[in-house]
C-alpha cells in the first residue's frame, strides 16, 4: 500500500511540476455562417484547445496555478468545404503580485486568419515544415503569449519564444501561407514579431519589464512610487512611436493597456497626470477624449 501511495505522490508531485505552459481558453464564433452543420465548430474549438493546452512549449517549469492565462476568440467569417476563413483576437494576462488584479499583457486582432480543417482531423505542427496554417497561428501565439508572459517577469526573459515564433514566420513564408509575408501588412504577424526582436524596441521591452515588476507589482506596497516608475518610463512609448510610426507593438500594448493606464494616473498628482496624457494623445491621438479622463477623476 505504501508502495502505491509514494508512487501516486510522485505522479502529482511531477505533474504539478511540468504543468504545461497554457490555460487558454478558445471561444468559436459561427454567427456568420449559415447552412452548415456547425457539430465540426465543437470539434474544431476541442481540438484547438487540446492543441494549446495539452503541449508543452518550452523547457521552463510552471506549477498549474501559473500556467498563463489567455484567450483565442476565433470569429469565422466563411466555411467552403474544409476551407475557412476567420478572424482571431488574442489576449492574455497576468497576475499583479499581492492582489486580486490580473493585468492584460497582449491583446492583438488577426484579420487573415485561413485555414483547412476536416472534423476530427488530428492537429499536428511541424516546426521544420509548415503544412497546415491552423497549427502554425495557434504555435506562433502560444510562443508570443508566453514570451510576453516571461517579458514582463524579467528583462528581455521572453527572447527564446519571440525567436521560436520568428522560426515559425520564415517557415510560413517558404511555404507560401498567407498572413506571414512582410508586404502584406504592417500589422500582420510578420511585423510583430519583428518589432519584438529589432534592437530598436529593446528599450520598449525593458520598459514592459518595468512596468509590471517594478510598477504594477509594487503598487500593494508603495503605490505613489510604483506609479513613478510607470510614468518614468511613458516617454519611451513617445520615442519609439517617432522612430517607427504606428509600430504594431506599441499600438498592441496601448491596445492592452489603455483602460490601465488611465485608472493608474487617475490617482496622480496633477504634474503626473498633465505629463501622461500628453505622451499618450502624442502616441494615439484617436483616443484623446478618453485619455482626457484623467484630469477628470
Same mark, same amino acid.
Given at each position: ?57 518550452? =523547457? ?10 489567455? &484567450?483565442?476568440?476565433?470569429?469565422? %467569417? ?76 524579467? /528583462? ?70 510604483? /506609479? ?13 512611436? /517617432? ?16 483602460? =490601465? ?5 487617475? %490617482? ?5 497626470? &498633465? ?23
Amino acid at each position: 500500500m505504501k508502495h502505491w501511495l509514494i508512487i501516486l505522490n510522485f505522479i502529482l508531485f511531477t505533474g504539478v511540476l511540468h504543468a504545461q505552459e497554457l490555460n487558454c481558453t478558445v471561444q468559436i464564433n459561427s454567427d456568420q455562417i449559415q447552412g452548415t452543420n456547425k457539430s465540426v465548430f465543437n470539434t474544431l474549438k476541442k481540438s484547438m484547445s487540446e492543441f494549446m493546452n495539452n503541449r508543452k512549449w518550452t =523547457e521552463l517549469t510552471y506549477t498549474n496555478d501559473e500556467r498563463i492565462e489567455c &484567450t483565442l476568440n476565433i470569429i469565422l %467569417k466563411k466555411v467552403d468545404g474544409d476551407a475557412f476563413v476567420a478572424e482571431i483576437q488574442i489576449q492574455s494576462r497576468r497576475p499583479v503580485y499581492n492582489s486580486t488584479y490580473y493585468s492584460t499583457l497582449f491583446n492583438f486582432k488577426d484579420i487573415n486568419y485561413t485555414f483547412n480543417y476536416k472534423e476530427f482531423d488530428q492537429l499536428e505542427m511541424n516546426q521544420n515544415t509548415i503544412t497546415s496554417n491552423l497549427t502554425a497561428v495557434l504555435s506562433y501565439y502560444a510562443y508570443v503569449i508566453i514570451g510576453y508572459d516571461q517579458d514582463s517577469y524579467s /528583462r528581455l526573459g521572453g527572447t527564446s519564444c519571440f525567436q521560436a515564433a520568428e522560426a515559425i514566420v520564415n517557415s510560413a513564408q517558404g511555404a507560401d501561407l498567407s498572413g506571414w509575408k512582410a508586404f502584406e501588412s504592417t500589422k500582420n504577424r510578420y511585423a510583430l514579431i519583428n518589432n519584438l526582436l529589432d534592437e530598436a524596441f529593446k528599450k520598449f521591452r525593458n520598459y514592459f519589464y518595468e512596468y509590471h515588476r517594478l510598477g504594477l507589482d509594487e503598487m500593494s506596497t508603495n503605490s505613489t512610487n510604483a /506609479r513613478a516608475r510607470i510614468a518614468e518610463g511613458l516617454p519611451i512609448l513617445r520615442e519609439t512611436n /517617432r522612430s517607427t510610426p504606428s509600430a504594431i507593438v506599441i499600438s498592441s500594448f496601448l491596445d492592452a493597456k489603455n483602460d =490601465e493606464l488611465i485608472n493608474i494616473f487617475s %490617482k496622480a498628482t496633477t504634474q503626473e497626470k &498633465t505629463d501622461a496624457i500628453q505622451i499618450l494623445e502624442d502616441v494615439n491621438p484617436t483616443l484623446s477624449s478618453r485619455y482626457e479622463k484623467i484630469l477628470k477623476q
